[in-house]
């Protein structure tokens, strides 16, 4: 049985770095024939699984796209709107898995939570249903732990919030969130240091640093 073309697009990432680490200790690569694309560094060197180098593909090449039986996707909403219509208008019938939140609520999409929501997906697969998404981490993470105490009839409703983490928004975005907090770290460096400094004090300064 040949394996699957699994295609990768956001690898380098806070979410597909992780995930690209794990599927290597989990020795997942030894089971697909992976394609690693990107948006922006189409033809440079891609990660080297084993010995094994890969060149870097056209993320927005539809042709390329088709090939794939299976895309993976941690690129964000922005790349999914641009390709993932135009791909299945094109008669792509392959598997996209998906982790933003563009296709979280269209009829068509079942989202991924196994072991939460195991049934659900396998029917959804039975249906032919080809858009995997991602369900929101931070409520994602919240279902893991209740699901148990649902299924045993210990909790009758839950209502969750969430609040997009800046690690959703990106690499770029944690990176600046990580100099801002530089900036205040000098800012208010000597009264940090001053035992006798006040936590009033010290954030007024911030404040300050904040808003100028």
Not at 46 to 51: D, E, F, R
Request: one cysteine or more; proline letters at 3%.
């Amino acid at each position: 049985m040949s394996k699957r073309v699994v295609g990768f697009v956001g690898y380098r990432g806070m979410v597909g770095s992780v995930l690209i680490d794990r599927m290597r200790r989990e020795a997942d690569f030894d089971d697909i024939e992976p394609v690693f694309l990107s948006t922006s560094q189409v033809g440079q060197a891609g990660p080297i699984l084993g010995n094994q180098p890969t060149v870097l593909a056209d993320a927005y090449d539809l042709q390329t796209l088709k090939k794939l039986d299976i895309i993976v996707t941690c690129q964000g909403s922005d790349y999914t709107q641009k390709v993932h219509s135009k791909l299945r208008q094109a008669g792509w019938q392959g598997y996209w898995i998906d982790a933003s939140s563009e296709l979280r609520m269209k009829d068509s999409s079942v989202l991924l939570l196994d072991p939460v929501n195991r049934e659900q997906i396998g029917n959804a697969l039975s249906s032919e249903v080809r858009d995997l998404i991602g369900a929101n981490c931070t409520v994602s993470t919240m279902l893991m732990g209740l699901a148990g105490l649902f299924k045993h009839d210990l909790v009758e409703w839950v209502q969750p919030d969430s609040y997009q983490a800046v690690s959703g928004a990106g690499a770029a975005y944690v990176k600046e969130l990580l100099q801002q907090m530089q900036v205040l770290g000098v800012a208010t460096g000597e009264m940090l240091d001053d035992p006798a400094a006040s936590l009033a004090d010290i954030d007024k300064q911030a404040a300050k640093t904040l808003t100028s």
